[in-house]
């Protein structure tokens, strides 16, 4: 099993102070603690690895066996351990396992977003030199997660995935496509109430007159 990089994980550097670390991760439990997100299984999933690279790299001892496994998986200056493209298509297909068991009105989607960058290499054209086959699964299974992410994440997300849109132009078309829908989606959701009012005041105003004849 590869090497977690915790550091990553708490959105820390690797020479982040301990103060860094618990600051990062304080912050982070605020957001996807079980206790604020009841019946979620995917922030619940995201805590519990929040709250495994917190024990690990806010105990000094572990944290310099953490460090010297990471030397001799990723010597160059303690990098983002390597992760194997088969490794990370298992990971994503785990993630659309998940979210097949989350209400879409009442997760997170801030967890959901946080896993997607997880997945992702910490230079995301490194995904254009593995295997032209799984690299594309992997993209398609990330494309298949990111349409519960709202308009604004979407564009987020995408950015994050620009250096791989001139061989993968699809994946850039079907982000913006999900985009679009989501904006859609968006805006009918802000203005529903508003149209709703609006027609039941109309109808009053047509039964008012109607009986009045």
Not at 24 to 32: C, E, I, P, V
Not at 43 to 65: C, H, P, Q, T
Not at 111 to 122: I, V
Request: contains cysteine; hydrophobic residues 40%; glycine residues 0%.
């Amino acid at each position: 099993m590869p090497l977690k990089d915790y550091y990553k994980i708490l959105n820390v550097k690797p020479d982040a102070t301990s103060l860094a670390i618990k600051q990062s991760y304080r912050r982070l439990a605020m957001k996807y603690h079980p206790d604020k997100n009841p019946n979620d299984v995917l922030s619940a999933a995201v805590f519990s690895e929040i709250a495994e690279a917190y024990n690990v790299l806010s105990n000094s001892s572990a944290r310099k066996d953490y460090n010297i496994q990471r030397y001799h998986t990723a010597p160059q200056e303690y990098v983002k351990p390597t992760e194997s493209i088969e490794a990370l298509l298992i990971k994503a297909e785990r993630l659309k396992n998940q979210l097949l068991h989350v209400d879409p009105f009442r997760f997170n989607k801030d967890a959901l977003l946080y896993s997607l960058k997880q997945l992702l290499p910490a230079d995301v054209s490194d995904l254009l030199k593995t295997d032209a086959t799984e690299q594309k699964m992997f993209l398609e299974a990330i494309a298949s997660c990111s349409k519960m992410l709202t308009s604004s994440q979407l564009k987020n997300f995408s950015k994050t995935l620009q250096p791989l849109y001139e061989k993968h132009k699809w994946l850039r078309e079907e982000l913006q496509t999900l985009s679009n829908e989501q904006i859609k989606k968006e805006q009918w959701e802000k203005y529903k109430i508003v149209i709703a009012v609006v027609i039941t005041i109309l109808l009053c105003i047509v039964i008012f007159f109607a009986t009045k004849h």
